[in-house]
């Protein structure tokens, strides 16, 4: 699976941005897909993930209520939904896919066998 991250760029405090992962090579229907972010000098942190069977949906504390993932099987993308930015949200995002996961370690960067290059999102305060 390769993946194809886009979307980032510079928003105000309190501002939106929607993120975007395209998938190809095969269909991500079947795969846990997540996001994860970096933000300078920082370790890598989950920010949300969304389950292949049923849909169910995590979140970071940091983001929840602000924050949606959803995914789109027929155009093979997944999208990270970003509201009430703020200034600590400035980081590179990267996409995940891992095709088998149990829920407990859904958060755990290191299960995740497919990734995408990161997008930078720049919250300005």
């Known amino acids: 699976v390769q993946l194809q991250a886009s979307g980032g760029g510079l928003v105000q405090a309190g501002g939106s941005l929607r993120l975007s992962c395209a998938a190809s090579?095969?269909?991500?229907?079947?795969?846990?897909m997540a996001w994860f972010r970096q933000a300078p000098g920082k370790e890598r942190e989950f920010v949300a993930a969304?389950?292949?069977?049923?849909?169910?949906?995590y979140y970071a504390d940091s983001v929840k209520g602000r924050f949606t993932i959803a995914r789109d099987n027929a155009k093979n993308t997944v999208y990270l939904q970003m509201n009430s930015l703020k200034a600590e949200d400035t980081a590179v995002y990267c996409c995940?896919?891992?095709?088998?996961?149990?829920?407990?370690?859904?958060?755990?960067?290191?299960?995740?066998?497919?990734w995408g290059q990161g997008t930078l999102v720049t919250v300005s305060s």
């Open positions: 969304i389950r292949r069977r049923g849909g169910s949906t």
């Open positions: 090579g095969r269909t991500i229907s079947t795969y846990a």
């Open positions: 995940a896919a891992v095709k088998d996961i149990i829920l407990s370690l859904i958060r755990v960067s290191h299960v995740y066998d497919y």
